[in-house]
T-cell receptor
Framework: KAGVTQTPRYLIKTRGQQVTLSCSPI?????VSWYQQTPGQGLQFLFE???????NKGNFPGRFSGRQFSNSRSEMNVSTLELGDSALYLC????????????FGQGTRLTVV | LAKTTQPISMDSYEGQEVNITCSHN???????ITWYQQFPSQGPRFIIQ???TKVTNEVASLFIPADRKSSTLSLPRVSLSDTAVYYC???????????FGTGTRLKVLA
């Protein structure tokens, strides 16, 4: 069974640009969550999608957005990039909402210069 | 939402048992406690979850006292490959949010 796949693995962007990250969950998993991980702030919850609807949102500005498609694949978008957006962005999937066991991808390392 | 507090770091020697305690004072009645392991440049990996008392699987045990305000992850006979960051988190039953704490950086020494 394939795991959670995140693309791309690495990305370098310039301040002010926008970026889209992709996450393909494990087959059959309908809940997808996104996290930002930085050395200073640790793992922070961004948002959760289930059945193509955003169900939860963390404390991030509106520049951070996402969506989920009918096949449960998800994308997150960050507009007007800032240096502080440099981080490892992790996606996790689970079969149902609130499952204690979530399966994480390897992440996308975003560097903003 | 239950906030978790863990020690920042711990050192241990190979073959020893390691216990990492996490406090979660505001845990709600239906919240679950879970633990994840993370290696550098990888996503966290689920280790174990529990609601109360004791849970054991092939890699770890989880002890939860009756008041559920803390939990202890026990790793038996650690090896060098267990060097990682261990996160305790509470899955909020009402909101389904996963709130990660700061994590405990475990270093296993030869």
């Amino acid at each position: 069974k394939a795991g959670v796949t995140q693309t791309p693995r690495y990305l370098i962007k310039t301040r002010g640009q926008q970026v889209t990250l992709s996450c393909s969950p494990i087959s059959g998993h309908r809940s997808v969550s996104w996290y930002q991980q930085t050395p200073g702030q640790g793992l922070q919850f961004l948002f959760e999608y289930f059945s193509e609807t955003q169900r939860n949102k963390g404390n991030f500005p509106g520049r951070f957005s996402g969506r989920q498609f009918s096949n449960s694949r998800s994308e997150m978008n960050v507009s007007t990039l800032e240096l502080g957006d440099s981080a490892l962005y992790l996606c996790a999937s689970s079969p149902v909402r609130g499952s204690p066991e979530a399966f994480f991808g390897q992440g996308t390392r975003l560097t903003v210069v | 939402l239950a906030k978790t507090t863990q020690p920042i770091s711990m050192d241990s020697y190979e073959g020893q048992e390691v216990n990492i305690t996490c406090s979660h004072n505001n845990i709600a009645t239906n919240d679950y406690i879970t633990w994840y392991q993370q290696f550098p440049s990888q996503g966290p990996r689920f280790i174990i979850q529990g609601y109360k008392t004791k849970v054991t699987n092939e890699v770890a045990s989880l002890f939860i006292p009756a008041d559920r305000k803390s939990s202890t992850l026990s790793l038996p006979r650690v090896s060098l490959s267990d060097t990682a960051v261990y996160y305790c988190l509470v899955v909020a039953s009402g909101t389904y949010k996963y709130i990660f704490g700061t994590g405990t950086r475990l270093k296993v020494l030869a």
